[in-house]
């Protein structure tokens, strides 16, 4: 069962038009508290640029709006980024933290969508995922790309990413929660590197691509997917990209 992902005392950012530049977000409740967020933003056409996220569990909520994350880090030891919204992470790294005594896995992303053709989705790129400096992380962990977050649909995608001997082999958890089946998630793998990008072993359901065709891809390759060109210069952040996706100039 899901748990509760609104608490008390945290930043909430709701905002149009929000713009964070070289900050820390964190939230030190612990990893046996529950949900304890870092950051919760429902704002619509925001940027965090160069910016970090750490916590434990449910470290960053992206609930709403188009949202972009270039050069920033997460860290956390279950569903690092959750959330509703339509959002990019243009280079960084996911931080994987042990979970609570209780739990014997961590998934890093927990997404839903309004319905299964709508716009919403995470989209990871260039990233690199890995556990914390000085985190062990028992042997018996397993550690998932992505779930279905309550009964809602679910897209996430993972592009030119370095994942690291941590991931499991299944890659992603899918039909789960309430009301939710395999057919109804889109979980995507392109042209990731490193030991845990192999896909040979993936879960095989209707949704799961474990290699994505550049045709495919092309659709979350760009700005296009948060229709960055159309508001990006209008909030101040002229942030240029190259056919590939990739952050020629920044600032």
Known sequence: M??????????????????????????????????????????????????????????????????????????????????????????????????????????????????????EGFVFRHYAVKAAEGELLPRSTGVYLGRPLGSSHSRVVFMWSFLDYVIAPQGWVVGVGRGETSGSVYYGEYRNTGPGSDTTGRVTAPGVKKTMTAEEAASFAGLAFIEGDSWLLSVGVPILYDSLGNTTTVL
Do not use: W
């Open 2 to 119: 899901d748990m509760p992902l609104i608490c008390s005392s945290i930043p909430a950012i709701t905002g149009s038009g929000f713009v964070a530049l070289y900050m820390s977000f964190e939230n030190t409740a612990g990893r046996s508290s529950g949900y304890a967020l870092a950051v919760r933003s429902v704002s619509e056409r925001s940027v965090f640029y160069a910016c970090s996220f750490m916590g434990d569990q449910g470290t960053l909520l992206a609930d709403g709006g188009k949202q972009l994350y270039v050069d920033c880090d997460i860290a956390g030891g279950r569903d690092l980024v959750s959330g509703g919204g339509a959002a990019i992470f243009h280079k960084g790294t996911l931080y994987i933290r042990a979970p609570p005594p209780e739990r014997d896995h961590v998934v890093l992303t927990a997404h839903r969508r309004r319905y299964r053709n709508s716009s």
